[in-house]
């Protein structure tokens, strides 16, 4: 676990999604929205073989895409595969109110535009991150692995938004994965120093799907009707710094190993696990040699059978 703890500091907010059945690599190619590279890393869920060489894609989702093809793919795979897939009519309906996707984004003002503004400058956005999050998906079954700088949305379920989270994309990806990418086997390995209680609740009742959530207990969002549904549960307390926290991440995945074999895993972390953060009220630094996956949002990983 030591290696793999050191190969995963990459310090920036992303979806990553892999899949280890391939071993790609290709030439560094760098825009400010779309990144292609190669980096050695060891599999966090158990040691690679000679650290083979996986394929990264960074998806940086935003309006100023000026075109470049990864967002338009994206675009287009959230038309083919929408929300509707996963969200109830009744809940998407909900978002024509300004007020409402105001409350789920927690920007007050934004009950005062016009909802066509709203659909435009918070909405659509925000349905390109779920596009880049089962681009992502579909890139790690065919390449790798692949990282979206977008999503993670993890508060919001099938039926319910917040927590700044409008759409459920990680639940939408792993039903992309279920039916179009032939997965079976599904982990959720949730470290966002916040409870992961919309997937938790999308799942529920889904045994195709295991989830890891290390999560502070004592902050947003307080839903412990979905901690029911946790099937590994790390409760990591205000202060809790990086040697605690790397000791606790290192048993709970060593007991997931025994509880499932997944062929996909989801992976939802966050910078908020950081030294400094009053949200996530954790002290794990950054700069710590050891230190594990802290500035990413979520990751999936294909796993060889």
Not at 65 to 87: E, I, T
Not at 243 to 259: I, M, P, S
Request: aromatic letters at 10%; a negative charge; proline letters at 5%.
């Amino acid at each position: 676990m030591e290696k793999g703890r050191e190969d995963w500091n990459h310090g920036f907010d992303i979806f990553l999604c892999f899949n280890l059945k391939r071993n790609i690599s290709s030439p560094t190619d760098f825009s400010p929205f779309c990144v292609n590279f190669i980096s050695t890393i060891s599999q966090p869920w158990a040691p690679m073989k000679g650290g083979e060489n996986l394929r990264i894609e960074i998806l940086a989702l935003t309006d100023e895409g000026h075109g470049f093809d990864k967002m338009a793919r994206a675009s287009r795979l959230y038309l083919a595969f929408p929300a509707g897939q996963v969200h109830s009519e009744s809940y998407l309906k909900s978002l024509n109110p300004s007020l409402n996707v105001s409350m789920i984004v927690e920007v007050p003002p934004v009950a005062m535009l016009p909802n066509c503004l709203v659909q435009k400058k918070v909405l659509h956005p925000f349905r390109k991150q779920v596009g880049g999050t089962i681009l992502a998906a579909k890139l790690a079954k065919e390449r790798g692995w692949a990282i979206n700088v977008g999503g993670g949305f993890h508060h919001c379920s099938s039926e319910k938004g917040g927590g700044f989270c409008v759409y459920a994309d990680i639940s939408l990806c792993i039903h992309f994965a279920f039916v179009r990418l032939n997965i079976s086997r599904v982990m959720i390995i949730d470290l966002d120093a916040h409870q992961g209680n919309g997937h938790e609740m999308d799942f529920s009742d889904d045994r195709r799907v295991f989830i890891l959530d290390m999560y502070n207990p004592g902050i947003y969002p307080l839903d412990f009707e979905a901690r029911r549904y946790i099937d590994l549960g790390v409760e990591v307390k205000s202060g809790t710094a990086t040697d605690e926290y790397l000791t606790k991440l290192d048993h709970a995945l060593e007991v997931a190993e025994k509880k499932i074999d997944p062929d996909f895993i989801v992976y939802n972390a966050g910078t908020d696990i950081l030294d400094g953060d009053p949200l996530g009220r954790l002290k794990v630094r950054p700069t710590d040699g050891k230190q594990a996956i802290c500035g990413l949002h979520v990751c999936c990983y294909g796993i060889a059978t």
